[in-house]
Every structure is written in C-alpha cells, then in structure tokens.
C-alpha cells in the first residue's frame, strides 16, 4: 500500500471509504505490555495488597504485575496500572452525526469519529467485534495524539468528535485528553457508549462532554448479564447522573430476537424512562442483524419494533425512532404536541426541516434537542 498525505486520507474518509486501516496516518506498532509512546498511567486506580484496582469501571479488575483488564486496554507495570490506549486508534472515519444515531444533535454536522480496540463488555450480538473484543496490541493502529485529533477534526471541517465504535470507556484517557483539548477549540465532543463506567470518572469527563448516546442493552438484570458480561444498574447509574447534567442524551436499545424482545421488559424499561426525567431524550429502537456470537438469529420481526414504539409513546415518551429500517420514516420527528412533521429524514439526510428556533413552525411547540 502507498503512503497517503493526511489531505489525501481525509478527503477519503469525507466520502466514506476509509476506516479501520487508517492508511492516510502514520501506521505504527502497538503499545503491547511496555510503557511507551502510545501508553499513558490511568486516570483512577488504587494500590492494593493483591494488585493495582482499576476504578474507571464497575468491572474495577485487580492486577498482577504484567496482567491484562478485561477491556485488554490496562496493565499493571512495576504497581502502577498504565492504558496502552492512548493515541493510537485503530478506526479514524468522518460521519454525519445522524449516524452514532443522534437526531436532536447539531443535526446536518460531520463529527471526527475515532476508536481504539477494547471494551469492558463482551456483547454476543457485537457488531464491531473485530476491535472491541481484542487489544491495541493486535489491531493496525494509527500514531494520533489527542492535539492530532483536535487538529484533524478542524481540518476536516468537522463541528465534533466522537468517541464511538468500540468502548470509549475503556480508552477513558485518551478520550478525556481529546475533549478538554477540543472544548478549548470550541469543538463539541459526543460519547456513544455503553454507560457502564463508575460514578467519579464520569462526573470528570461530563465537564468535557456535549452529547452521548447511551446503548441500554435490556431491563432485566440476568440478560443483561449473559448478554453483555455486565451488570445492569451501574449502566442506570450512568443515565440518571448524564440526565441531570448539561449533556445532550439520546438512548439506544437494539432489540435482540429471544433475549431482550419480550413486551413486558421493553414497557418497563419505557415506564423506568418516563419516571426518571427522560421524556425528552430520543430513544432509539435498533434493528438486530445476525453478527458475531448470534449468527444463528433472524433480524428483528418490524412487527416487534412497531410494537416497542408503541409501548414507549404510551408510556408518555415524546421522541421514538426506529432505527435499520430505511425508507419507512420511521426515523421522522414530530411534533409530541400537534403531530406535524417536524424533520423528514431519509438515511443520514434531512429532506425537509420544519423548525423554527427550536420550536415546531406550526404550533411553536419546542422540541428538545440542540439544534446549532
């Protein structure tokens, strides 16, 4: 392969045809076990009798010298625990916002997208398994420092930078690097995650952070587990502290044929949403396809998603989408007071836009969201 100008590379990812090799940056080896340039010391960790405890997150794994996390993103050197996650992603592309999904986001704006390998969940249903169930240390890597990312994402005219794909969490470092540097340029910055992340790094990060979206795997305890490797209350947790905080939050839910799909758990799950503030923030009904360790699942039924739509409006929920089912509207806003197509959209792209400062243009209801 011939080494591309970053001009050359951005201008590849502006039309979609670059991202998990990065070709356009310098390529680079990885950090592997030994602190080096792409390898910074955590953020939160504590010393103990058995071994350095990382506390970013609730998996909060102790260890040995040499030992690896469970994002495979941490190791503990000479008893100081060290991210080998940290300006080096393996995935660099440039998205229309309405991608992550956010619909009620800066809409019609490109966001600077990046990723490292590793996630402290191991999801059976993961659609970017390739990098998040493995390390920095395997994947192809690009040399690009937080004031590289920032740099970038300028030059590419970007209005944000994403810290999507895998788990943003698990490169916590690197990712709160970014967006205090990027904040002080005026760039938002947008985390779309799985919300499993402990109280105090959070609370750190939100005075950097402008938007997320919170993939909220099911409402039930035990699937949540078997399903992801986590624990549900913690992703909870998240949810409340992001919804009473400054940060936009749109929610997502992927709904997985015999594990998440039953009714009864998607209506508690919306009753659970409308009592705890979130009337406003977008939720998200995702179309599950066959990937990874489900292969042997069907996609999911329309008639399912239509009828989690359902549950949510009549449990007082004002923005629903479904979302991997194009060219059915069902990715429309409306207006929750007059019904009136509020914003048409197709794919990623707006067709017709009928919001005026925020408010519906026919009854001047606003619709929550940020706008510009």
């Given at each position: 392969?011939?080494t ?21 940056f ?9 602190p ?14 058995r071994?350095?405890q ?14 690896e ?15 080998v ?7 660099v592309h440039?998205?229309?916002?309405e991608k992550?999904p956010f619909?009620?986001?800066?809409p ?5 997208s ?16 390739e ?7 395997k994947?192809?890597?690009?040399d ?21 794909y895998?788990e943003?969490i ?13 904040s002080?340029?005026?760039i ?5 995650s ?5 109280p ?6 939100i005075?950097?952070l ?13 699937v ?23 940060v936009w ?20 799950m ?54 991997n089912?194009?060219g059915?509207?069902f ?11 509020v914003i048409?959209?197709?794919g ?7 919001l005026e ?5 026919s ?10």
């Open positions: 392969m011939g591309m100008t970053k001009r050359e590379f951005l201008r590849l990812t502006a039309a979609g045809a670059a991202c998990l090799a990065c070709p356009g310098a390529m680079v080896a990885s950090a592997g076990k030994d080096g340039k792409f390898t910074t010391e955590a953020h939160f960790y504590t010393v103990t009798p071994g350095v990382c506390g970013i997150c609730p998996n909060e794994c102790t260890l040995k010298p040499g030992e996390s469970t994002c495979r993103n941490r190791i503990n050197k000479g008893n100081k625990l060290y991210s996650a940290y300006g080096n992603p393996c995935a440039i998205d229309p916002v992550k619909l009620h986001f800066m019609k704006t490109r966001t600077f990046i990723a490292t390998a590793g996630c402290n969940f191991a999801c059976l249903n993961c659609q970017n398994w990098i998040s169930q493995t390390s920095p240390a994947t192809r890597n690009v690009l420092m937080p004031p590289d990312v920032v740099k970038s994402c300028i030059e590419s005219d970007c209005a944000s930078i994403s810290y999507t895998s943003p698990s490169f916590y470092e690197y990712m709160f690097d970014t967006a205090k540097l990027a002080e340029k005026g938002r910055n947008i985390m779309v799985n919300g499993f992340i402990n105090e790094p959070l609370k750190k990060l005075s950097h402008d938007a997320a979206n919170i993939d909220l795997k099911a409402f039930d305890s035990q949540y587990l078997k399903l992801t490797g986590g624990k549900m209350q913690p992703v909870l947790d998240t949810l409340v502290a992001l919804q009473k905080s400054k939050l749109e929610i997502t839910n992927l709904i997985v044929p015999s594990w998440n799909d039953n009714l009864d758990m998607i209506s508690r919306c009753k659970w949403l409308a009592q705890n503030g979130f009337r406003d923030a977008p939720l998200h009904f995702s179309r599950f396809s066959p990937l990874y360790k489900l292969t042997q699942l069907p996609s999911t039924p329309l008639n399912t998603l239509l009828k989690a739509r359902e549950a949510a409006v009549a449990e007082g929920l004002k923005y629903v989408y479904i979302g089912v194009p059915r509207g990715e429309n806003t409306l207006c929750p007071s007059c019904g009136k197509l048409e959209r197709r990623y792209s707006i067709l017709s836009d009928n400062n925020g408010s519906c243009k009854c001047r209801q606003p619709i929550a969201g940020v706008w510009n």
